[in-house]
């Protein structure tokens, strides 16, 4: 069954990152995005499929109206959520935030303002450091997503000591290549490895050794993506296999459980991680979930001992 819903809530945009295409994408302007009904729905479905983790997603995903909504319903239906945010919108929205997010993640370009700026593409860095403070005050705990790329992993000691004086965990994530962007040079995965056992550092191993090993072998693939994972678009249809290669778009129509269980999706879920595009695919969004269900694997016993490095550093008190 599959473990983690990676929601794409909204696909409207507030920033410009170097390594995203979504705010580019002229295919992805003017979706008609789904009610709160449907949302609803989806989530339901979700449960009975057995799905523990929501991720809502963009975008950014505070610009979608029923956010605050589906993050109610999720937690009522017992799902652990998460979300991350540019935190360009996060003061106005962090009160009505508290108690929602399982796991809150706090984009970060740069410890330099200029250098954070030019990454996000728009002027973010005093917003950031305004919302880790409101994060604080309400005792909202946030990680520090940092995206490593060839450009910016000289920076790791700056990044990394701007972590630690404000005793806030920071995760240290390959970049991925999916739009003809530069992923991570392979060569360069190990440095991630150097800061991994210092306080407030965190990085999934089992991602960086993937890496490492030049991503994934469609001979002996590793992704999982439909049989971990289930991805909703904003207007509502079931992407497979996945949002950034999908193939296939099933439309939902208050039949989630049913559409992921179809002999079509099933047929699918046979051929995970592959196609031929698959081929060194190092996209996290869905290895993560890959990972957990690869069991026995070296990356599972690697995913689960940094997860539980992550949970650690996240819920570490402020002293």
Known sequence: MP?????????????KCEFCNIWSDESYRNIEEQSLDDIRN??????????????????EPLLSPNLIDA?????????????????????????KLKGLVDSLSFSFGS?????????????????LLKSLKIANDLKQKVILLYVVTDD????????????????????????????????????????????????????????VEFVKNMGNDISKPMCKAIDSTVVISPDNYLLLPCFHKNTCRLKIEN?????????????????????????????????????YKSFPSKYFFLFVRSQLKTLFEYMKPKI
Not at 42 to 59: A, H, M, P, S
């Open 71 to 95: 993050l109610k319903i999720s937690k009522k239906l017992g799902f652990f959520t998460t979300i991350t945010t540019n935190t360009i919108l996060y003061p106005m929205f962090a009160e």
């Open 152 to 207: 910016n992993i000289s920076e790791l000691d700056d990044v990394v000591k701007f972590s630690q004086k404000n005793k806030i965990p920071i995760k240290l994530t390959p970049c991925f290549s999916y739009f003809g962007n530069k992923g991570l040079n392979a060569n360069f995965a190990d440095h991630i490895k150097k800061y991994y056992k210092q306080p407030y550092v965190c990085a999934d191993l089992a991602h």
């Open 111 to 127: 410890s330099d303002k200029n250098k954070h700026n030019k990454i996000r593409g728009v002027d973010c860095y005093d917003s």
């Open 3 to 15: 473990v983690l819903c990676n929601y794409y809530i909204t696909l409207k945009c507030n920033a």
């Open 255 to 291: 039949n989630l459980y049913d559409l992921y269980n179809s002999e079509k999706t099933q047929k699918m879920k046979s051929m995970d991680g592959k196609w031929a595009f698959c081929k060194g695919c190092t996209i996290y969004c869905y290895m993560r979930s890959s990972y």
């Open 42 to 59: 989806n989530l339901n479905d979700l449960k009975k499929l057995g799905v523990k983790v929501i991720d809502f997603t963009g975008g």
